[in-house]
């Protein structure tokens, strides 16, 4: 099966708001067995029973696709072109992808999965 990527639908100004990367919010400790390959942390603490997550598997927006960079080769830093950034939303933590710089239309969307941890396995990525 095909996996699923996000391109560019017209031109993208650097510093563009993209998408909220959306899900339900559940503990990490809750899905420490979940197979789902697209949750994200949402706040890490330094107690880790109360890390929180975004796991978009029943429910998510657009951003669930965007590709990664692959961490481990020079090609990755080189595509990417959005970043992962946690704002601050009345009071309420949000995840956020932001474009870094002027992205044209039918470009694919790539940033980096392990922006703050480096826990995600990106060896196999194109
Ligand atoms: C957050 S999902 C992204 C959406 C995914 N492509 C899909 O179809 O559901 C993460 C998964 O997508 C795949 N993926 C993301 N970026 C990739 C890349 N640059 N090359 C190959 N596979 C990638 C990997 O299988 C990864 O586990």
Do not use: W
């Amino acid at each position: 099966m095909k996996p699923y990527t996000v391109e560019a639908d017209g031109p993208i100004k650097d510093l563009t708001f993209i998408a909220e990367y959306t899900g339900d919010v559940d503990y990490l400790k809750n899905r420490e067995n979940d197979d789902c390959d697209s949750i994200m942390t949402l706040l890490l603490s330094e107690d880790p029973s109360k890390t929180l997550v975004i796991c978009p598997d029943k429910y998510g927006y657009i951003s669930r696709f965007i590709s990664g960079i692959n961490n481990h080769n020079r090609f990755g830093k080189k595509k990417q072109n959005c970043k992962c950034v946690r704002y601050s939303v009345n009071g309420e933590c949000r995840v956020l992808l932001v474009a870094t710089r002027d992205i044209s239309k039918g470009k694919r969307l790539y940033y980096d999965y392990n922006g703050y941890e480096h826990e995600y396995p990106t060896h196999h990525f194109f």
